[in-house]
């Protein structure tokens, strides 16, 4: 590889947006040495400060004759990495960097630092697997909303074969597209595949709010309906459109922070659809509501093959995840505690989508 | 409809991150009457103005006590709108709207302003066809890219049937997802099916640009590599893993600007390939290279079954565009021509793929 080409643009990451060979100029750059540097035109500023994840506090930013404010950080880890910029106490997103997360508070943009070799969420050269976008209309919800479907390498050829499908919850601050975008779900799929170190599987990605106020009273009546349209509209949906086995040994429930509250509430109160269950960093159904979902221990014992409860310990949902893991423990129902170092993250979730895909639709488990 | 409900938020349309019921402030609003209200916080700035598709020159946001700026539209035609601020001459785009056009140039934001009835590019309670996001391996130019695959509603469950394809370009400024975020093929391929308007089909819309630098000099071979990307791995990639039809009466080639002289050059030179080709304000290719192109009119005839070439009056290619109908005129080539009122947008470039869908594939012309 010559040095040139390690000048990376971070966007040839995106897996809506590909084109290493953006003919614009595209900020920031990422530099062979794991330097990054970040730049923005903006003359009349009077103060530019850099936000960025692997900073422990604001950076101030140089001015340069042009009206160029810069900043090139020290060599930094392998590793996605978000930022933004407060102009003159305004946050934005980088204006001239397409790799954007977006939704409910202002976008940031990100940049990922590649490693040597590649870490598992960077895109290689092995078979990739397709994402589809479906727009539906959800009869439980009378809305139309979105989803997003993972099929594994090779999948629109082996028309005789059927996969297990895992449903994959995002947090509260995103929307379906974010397992994709930012969580890179299906590179980290596609690498965990080409090393033999998982079981091919489609992984449906659905829209986890629902209609109407949110707050602490309507939550329980949101979780009912969000159940609602995964178990009466998505599943449905998925086995249709795509060749699945429809068993619960074939169908994984996972997700992150809301995500995975969801995926415990609708996992544990359906033990004989999922037979496996994962949760990250997530927010704890009530002490009175986990002891409904955990009151025929028996019963979860003889129907999980897996229940991972992974939380960080910076993480400010820790304590709660601590709790859950207590109770399992108390009822003696089966799991694998995972806890790690890390905070609320999407660092800590491709991780642990990292480690449980090969846990999944394992026979021998 | 309640009033209410009228309030939207312009990301309800975004196909990848979906959702009415975003929990988050989002902006501008769109009212009941077609005005839009803009507003962005920046207690610092001096000077923020709005820069609009809808006006003809800058508009100045009024600042309040607490250094929210806003500005409120006049009622507007229903249209998708882009738009930018200006905050103390940093151009941006809003950071509380998830609805982005990225690429090249800064990012700018989208509104849509609904019509009714409904627009046809409006997602309506119509079935929905899927947009697949493949990333591919590129034999002929040696890299990794992406491409958006349109298939239309039932495409899964129609496992005997097979499909026309159109393949769809974009221009110099944008990336493969560029007719889908900003085009909305895909729902104005729905609200056409859905109407009866058009021929089932499926859209594949690859990656245009190419490797290298890209200057007057590059351009050839920038049309030759595009060209062997093409027809050497999207095709055989769509015909490979989708159920096609493989003869040139269902395969059409259609582009806008670079992506329409693109069409117009693979197009008329493998018209044993591709029946249909269309044009839209397309980079017209060289008068030298038209003579090459169109030196066999029987042949064309013989093969063609649509040669449709638009472009609006006020386009910066309108002339390029009107000697190409000059050229197809004296050399006796059946076309169809397309004269509008318009500039070089995407206001445009969505009514002529809205005009030119119900044309495809139809067995009569």
Redesign the interface.
């Known amino acids: 590889m010559c040095l040139s080409s390690l000048i990376l643009s971070c966007c040839f990451l995106l897996?809506?947006?590909?084109?290493?060979?953006?003919?614009?100029e595209i900020w920031p750059q990422v530099h062979a040495d794991r330097r990054i540097s970040f730049q923005?035109?903006?003359?009349?500023?009077?103060n530019v400060l850099l936000e960025a994840s692997f900073l422990s506090q604001a950076q101030a930013m140089k001015k340069d004759a042009e009206g160029t404010w810069s900043f090139t950080s020290e060599p930094l880890a392998p590793e996605i990495y978000d930022y933004s910029f407060a102009?003159?106490?305004?946050?934005?997103?980088d204006?001239?960097n397409?790799f954007?997360k977006?939704?409910?508070?202002?976008?940031r943009s990100m940049v990922l630092v590649p490693g040597e070799p590649p870490m598992f969420f960077e895109?290689q050269?092995v078979p990739?697997g397709?994402?589809?976008?479906?727009?539906?209309?959800s009869k439980s919800l009378n809305?139309?909303?979105?989803l997003?479907v993972y099929t594994p390498p090779g999948y629109?050829?082996a028309?005789d074969r059927k996969y297990p499908v895992l449903y994959l919850l995002h947090g509260?601050?995103d929307?379906?597209?974010a397992w994709?975008?930012v969580g890179r779900a299906n590179v980290i799929a596609d690498n965990a595949l080409a090393a033999g170190r998982a079981q091919p599987m489609i992984v449906a990605m659905p829209?986890g709010?629902?209609?109407?106020v949110?707050s602490d009273a309507g939550r329980s009546a949101q979780h009912q309906a969000f159940a609602a349209d995964l178990l009466g509209d998505v599943i449905p949906l998925v086995e249709?459109?795509?060749r699945v086995h429809d068993d619960a040994e074939n169908r994984a429930i996972t997700g992150l922070s809301m995500g995975g509250g969801q995926a415990l509430r609708i996992g544990l109160a359906h033990s004989k659809r999922f037979a496996w269950i994962a949760a990250f960093s997530s927010g704890v159904p009530s002490e009175e509501q986990v002891n409904v979902l955990l009151a025929k221990p028996d019963v979860l014992n003889e129907d999980l093959k897996l229940l991972w409860v992974g939380c960080g310990r910076q993480d400010f949902l820790f304590e709660r995840n601590k709790q859950l893991l207590a109770a399992l423990k108390a009822k003696g129902v089966r799991h694998t505690p995972r806890i790690t170092e890390g905070s609320h993250n999407w660092r800590v979730w491709r991780r642990y989508l990292n480690e449980v895909l090969p846990l999944l639709f394992q026979s021998d488990k």
Do not use: F
């Not at 809305?143 to 979105?146: F, I, L, M, S």
């Open positions: 897996p809506h947006a590909g084109a290493q060979q953006r003919t614009g923005l035109k903006a003359p009349q500023a009077r102009v003159d106490g305004l946050k934005i997103a204006p001239l397409p954007v977006v939704w409910r508070r202002a976008s895109e050269n990739h397709t994402v589809q976008i479906h727009r539906y209309h809305t139309t909303r979105g997003y629109e050829t028309t509260s601050g929307t379906e597209d994709t975008i829209y709010h629902t209609p109407g949110r249709k459109n795509y």
